[in-house]
């Protein structure tokens, strides 16, 4: 299949919007993982800025695999879910990617996955928040009228892109 500019713009504005979104969860989880006693000088900014870059590098690339598995053009829970999975790794990489010289034993894995967990919530939060019906989609007035096989083809997006470019950007 020979992608059109349309297309292409799409997606990379699909992977930009998953990246930046990976990367702004990351952040603040990061900030938040710091606990209630700091205070906003002795925030990790530097840390949650490296983690949050960190993360987004591995959201394109597990994005890339996702568009070259041909795995894109999924209903909404599992597309949510995939999305989930993606952040917790992106989140967790990140943590292991800015440890520098990694030792299994002496990693700090509870906040890791503090900050995993936390990232997580956020990307559900989002995914739920921006919830909304894809162009495939009939209207209210068309789904009254039409027979339940046509019910059937119902879709959400969990994107925050507008619908049209996330719908072509997902689509084979």
Same mark, same amino acid.
């Given at each position: 299949? /020979?992608?059109?500019?349309?297309?292409?713009?799409?997606?990379?504005?699909?992977?930009?919007?998953?990246?930046?979104?990976?990367?702004? =969860?990351?952040?603040?989880?990061?900030?938040?993982?710091?606990?209630?006693?700091?205070?906003?000088?002795?925030?990790?900014?530097?840390?949650?800025?490296?983690? /949050?870059?960190?993360?987004?590098?591995?959201?394109?690339?597990?994005?890339? *695999?996702?568009?070259?598995?041909?795995?894109?053009?999924? $209903?909404?829970?599992?597309?949510?879910?995939?999305?989930?999975?993606?952040?917790?790794?992106?989140?967790?990489?990140?943590?292991?990617?800015?440890?520098?010289?990694?030792?299994?034993?002496?990693?700090?894995?509870?906040?890791?996955?503090?900050?995993?967990?936390?990232?997580? *919530?956020?990307?559900?939060?989002?995914?739920?928040?921006?919830?909304?019906?894809?162009?495939?989609? $009939?209207?209210?007035?068309?789904?009254?009228?039409?027979? $339940?096989?046509? /019910?059937?083809?119902?879709?959400?997006? $969990?994107?925050?892109?507008?619908?049209?470019?996330?719908?072509? /950007?997902? =689509?084979?």
């Amino acid at each position: 299949m /020979a992608w059109t500019r349309s297309k292409l713009r799409a997606v990379l504005l699909d992977f930009l919007e998953r990246a930046g979104w990976s990367a702004g =969860q990351v952040f603040f989880a990061t900030l938040l993982a710091g606990g209630t006693t700091a205070t906003v000088a002795n925030l990790p900014w530097k840390y949650a800025a490296v983690l /949050a870059i960190s993360a987004a590098v591995s959201s394109v690339i597990l994005t890339a *695999i996702q568009y070259a598995a041909k795995a894109t053009d999924l $209903p909404f829970w599992p597309d949510l879910l995939v999305r989930l999975l993606k952040t917790f790794l992106a989140s967790l990489g990140a943590s292991i990617a800015a440890a520098g010289v990694f030792n299994v034993m002496e990693f700090a894995w509870g906040t890791a996955l503090n900050v995993a967990f936390l990232a997580t *919530i956020a990307a559900l939060g989002k995914g739920l928040l921006a919830r909304e019906k894809t162009a495939l989609e $009939p209207t209210p007035a068309a789904e009254r009228s039409a027979p $339940p096989a046509a /019910a059937a083809e119902t879709r959400k997006s $969990p994107s925050t892109l507008p619908t049209e470019t996330y719908t072509e /950007a997902v =689509q084979r």
